[in-house]
């Protein structure tokens, strides 16, 4: 019954992306028909032990890398998949009893056809590069990467199913770069310590192990044993390392202890205030391999506060606002903990639980002078790890101080302190195991218990991944059980939503230039996974089917097509109601001479329910009705080996007229978004890239945040009628953000990076309406001001120098400033924000930590 019929404009935008997908489909495929390629045999490579280290300079000058056979003959990956390499690249490996030792030889046409932009460490630009894979476990899901630029710049990965390429994860490692002593060409040497990464301790093992190589001069990467990209995944396609002999995991020991200083300086210009502050602090990072599968990670009196700054935005949505993790501790190793989507590890050390609240409980007179709106993390400790029968198995725990609020009597001789948030341990435990033909089995449990009465909460959740022997279907699924029990903090009133479940099943082709799945979920009406996880809205059943056709391989003008045609379909769990129902598409491609990618989507939505906009609880009484719409996007990327490229991205989505009773007449909806993002490369050192994000919303109708106030004469007699009903507005809403960066990178161990942002959001309403029960709106001759601007600017500089492995010293300013204006404060034009930007009060912070990595097996050679 919620069959989409559109009109017959849509129906014949449809069928033209039908018929431009299928002549796509047709014009890459032979007109003769081909047998499916066989499987490629894994090449091996034999592991040749040497007596000696080798000296790291780059040369491969050491006698010991004569007896190392060679691997070579490497074959392209992109842009066109298949040929064998045209310049040699020949690659050999040693291993000891500390370390395992990569060195290669990389033959170019002549010494300028080398590209050599510097970068900051683990960020790859306009480069060539080598990179060395590891499986030590050889169950084709996990694996390591390590990347040496030709500048000599170090990039380190995790590969996992949960995370797929992690580029967050960080090793100590050593590696050295000299040019081939004609000049045409380059030479690597890299030292990959046991103690960076996880093995099993037996008498002989064959490890997973890939050689890949990038020549950014023509765009092309190759592989040493063959990666077919229509064959789904990565890690099972690398070869074999083999004959490893007497390996010992060594005792994984380090202490990286830190001091840092602060100078903040924001102008209170008020009395018992001072404008300047300072702190010291200082703690450590620890590692211990507790035995050859797991290692312990821990955080002892953190200091995360040379991270760069949130990108801070005006939320109008009834969901929560998630921001990106840039700590550390939070990224590195994580990819145990991120399985089945239940730890968002911003709740760590967030906002207290009652911040903003204490404001409810004031005795006569007294005021909320301090409200801290984070929590102190006093610790956080990780253990994880995978035996060699491919049991993963992690456990995190992080600790919070209690915050409290501060309140003053009227005199302000009298304080006390109000709870905000008691103290708070949080808890993940994982069990993982792999299987094989690339398949797997999950456990996981996330726990927070807090002190005293307040609630606590649990999520536990089973997944499972099950794919057939060719590579060819798979089959995936998730059940998740979220429990919640105690009181609301500060209150005797229970939870009100004690337990809930979500499940979700995928069916579908997984390789092959033909894919799609199906698949089905349902999220119950209460379903919590938020005290350490992020949900933004449960009360759902959805489902969808997708179906794909990609072409890896040149053909016409272009190197790739990649496409995609789907439906989905959601509804309101409790009580069941529709929500909403679309069908979607996107094709793009990358052209073969100019490397210019162009793409498109296509989006057709029916007229949705929207249940949550009106903030009524349980849901399913009120919605806000959204006519039906066609969304058409598209976006540029032009080639990043030019100085100068850009990328642009835009799309418009108009809306069908509202013409339902008591709304009629209501002008139609827009939507309109552009994204302009040029970048300029003054040098291989010195780059700049500006991007430029424009939204607009014309007519949208939604919930007014600030809602009505008895404090307000103009809300009073709507107050006295409204009742349980919502009041919603019909606004427009514009927002810009201008951010520049700039990198200048001295060595390929020093450099300085800078990002400046402003952003700015203005609301402006035009009328109001009544929604009522069962999605009717009704205009109202209300006209109180509720125009809302948003503006926030942000610095972030850093000078980071790595003066040896692991150990860094970083210089970092951060500048900040915000204003949030309502009714006749609020302004519409975009200059006037960025005047006030520039005269609003800024707070100023300048700090300098220091890290150095210190390791107990280097430590004991030293001495010994």
């Known amino acids: 019954m919620f069959l989409l019929l559109p009109r017959p404009a849509l129906v014949r935008l449809l069928l033209s992306f039908l018929c431009f997908f299928g002549a796509v489909a047709a014009h890459a495929q032979a007109p003769v028909a081909k047998p499916a390629a066989p499987a490629v045999a894994r090449r091996q490579l034999a592991a040749t032990r040497t007596p000696a280290p080798i000296k790291l300079d780059g040369v491969l000058d050491d006698a010991a890398w004569n007896s190392a056979p060679v691997a070579s003959e490497f074959t392209q990956f992109r842009p066109n998949p298949g040929p064998r390499e045209r310049l040699p690249t020949q690659v050999r490996v040693l291993y000891d009893d500390v370390a395992m030792y990569v060195g290669a030889r990389l ?53 996992s199913p949960a995370n797929g390429e992690d580029a967050a994860w960080n090793a100590v490692w ?57 064959v789904d995944g990565f890690v ?41 502050s300072t702190n010291f602090n200082g703690g450590a990072d620890v590692k211990w391999g507790i035995n050859e599968s797991f290692t312990l990670d821990a955080t002892l009196i953190p200091d995360f506060g040379q ?37 968002y590890s911003r709740r760590v050390g967030a906002q207290p639980l009652g911040f903003g609240t ?60 109000v709870l905000t948030q008691p103290l708070t341990n949080y808890n993940i435990v994982v069990f993982d195991q792999s299987l094989k033909n690339n398949s797997y089995i999950s456990l996981i449990n996330t726990n927070v218990t807090r002190a005293g009465r307040t609630y606590d909460a649990n999520v536990t959740a089973g997944l499972f991944r099950f794919a057939d022997a060719k590579n060819q279907y798979a089959l995936s699924g998730q059940l998740n059980y979220s429990r919640r029990y105690g009181n609301v903090l500060n209150s005797e009133a229970r939870i009100d939503d004690p337990s809930g479940y979500k499940y979700y099943l995928n069916y579908g082709k997984i390789s092959g230039n033909w894919t799609w799945n199906v698949d089905h979920g349902i999220e119950s009406d209460t379903y919590n996974p938020n005290d350490l996880g992020i949900l933004f809205g449960n009360n759902n059943v959805s489902q969808s089917a997708t179906i794909n056709y990609n072409q890896y391989k040149q053909f016409w003008k272009v190197n790739n097509f990649y496409s995609s045609l789907g439906v989905y379909q959601s509804l309101l769990f409790k009580p069941l109601l529709y929500q909403d129902f679309g069908i979607y598409g996107s094709a793009n491609t990358t052209f073969t001479k100019s490397f210019l990618t162009a793409g498109f989507n296509l989006n057709i939505d029916r007229a949705k329910n929207d249940f949550y906009e009106p903030r009524t609880y349980p849901l399913g009484s009120y919605w806000v009705r959204v006519p039906g719409s066609v969304n058409l996007g598209a976006f540029v990327s032009s080639d990043y080996r030019k100085k100068f490229a850009y990328d642009i991205n835009g799309g418009l989505r108009p809306y069908a007229l509202d013409a339902r009773e008591g709304v009629a007449g209501r002008a139609r909806r827009w939507g309109l978004g552009l994204t302009l993002s040029p970048r300029y490369r003054v040098s291989d050192k010195l780059n700049f890239r500006y991007t430029f994000d424009y939204n607009l919303r014309l007519n949208q109708v939604g919930y007014v945040n600030d809602g009505l106030s008895a404090d307000e004469p103009l809300d009073r007699p709507l107050l006295a009628v409204i009742g349980g009903d919502v009041l919603l507005g019909r606004r427009n809403v514009s927002t810009f953000t201008n951010t520049l960066n700039a990198n200048y990178t001295f060595t390929n161990r020093l450099s ?52 040896a492995p692991g150990s860094q010293v970083s210089l970092v300013w951060k500048d900040a400033t915000a204003s949030f204006l309502q009714g006749n404060e609020a302004t519409p034009l975009y200059f006037d924000h960025l005047s006030n930007t520039l005269n609003t009060p800024h707070n100023n912070n300048v700090s300098i930590k220091i890290l150095y990595y210190l390791d107990y097996l280097n430590l004991r050679r030293a001495r010994g």
Do not use: C
């Not at 801290?372 to 198995?393: E, Y």
């Not at 009544?770 to 999605?775: K, P, V, W």
């Open 107 to 159: 033959v170019e046409t002549s010494a300028d056809s080398i590209r050599r932009e510097l970068t900051q460490r683990d960020h790859i630009g306009n480069t060539d590069f080598f990179a060395f894979f590891l499986d030590p476990y050889r169950d084709h899901l996990n694996g390591y990467g390590f990347f040496v630029m030709s500048t000599g710049v170090q990039v380190d990965m995790r590969y």
């Open 174 to 230: 050593d590696s050295r770069v000299a040019p081939l002593p004609d000049g045409k060409g380059w030479s690597v040497e890299i030292r990959i310590p046991y103690s960076a990464i996880r093995f099993a301790q037996v008498p002989v093992q064959t490890w997973g192990v890939q050689f890949f190589r990038q020549r950014k001069a023509d765009n092309q990467q190759f592989t040493w044993n063959p990666v077919r990209p229509e």
């Open 236 to 276: 099972n396609q690398w070869g074999e390392f083999t004959g490893l002999e007497n390996l010992h995991p060594p005792l994984r020991l380090s202490l990286t202890p830190y001091v840092s200083a602060y100078a903040n300086h924001y102008p209170y210009n008020e009395q018992g205030k001072r404008n300047t």
């Open 307 to 343: 991270v760069l700054s949130d990108n801070q935005v005006l939320n109008l949505s009834p969901f929560e606002v998630q921001y990106q993790e840039n700590r550390a501790f939070f990224t590195e190793g994580t990819e145990l903990f991120n399985k089945g989507g239940l730890f």
């Open 358 to 417: 204490a404001g409810g409980q004031l005795a006569k007179g007294e005021t909320v002078y301090q409200d801290p709106g984070v929590t102190r993390l006093l610790n956080a400790t990780k253990i994880s790890g995978r035996t060699r029968k491919g049991l993963g198995v992690g456990v995190f725990n992080a600790v919070s101080a209690a915050s409290y609020a501060v309140v003053r009597d009227s005199t302000g001789e009298r304080e006390r302190q």
């Open 752 to 803: 300085f990076t800078m990002r400046v942002r402003h952003y700015v959001s203005m609301v402006r309403y035009f009328d109001f309406a009544r929604l009522y029960a069962g999605g009717r709106e009704e205009n109202l001759g209300y006209q109180r001001n509720h125009d809302t601007s948003y503006s926030a600017f942000n610095v972030d500089a850093a000078l980071v120098w790595w003066f």
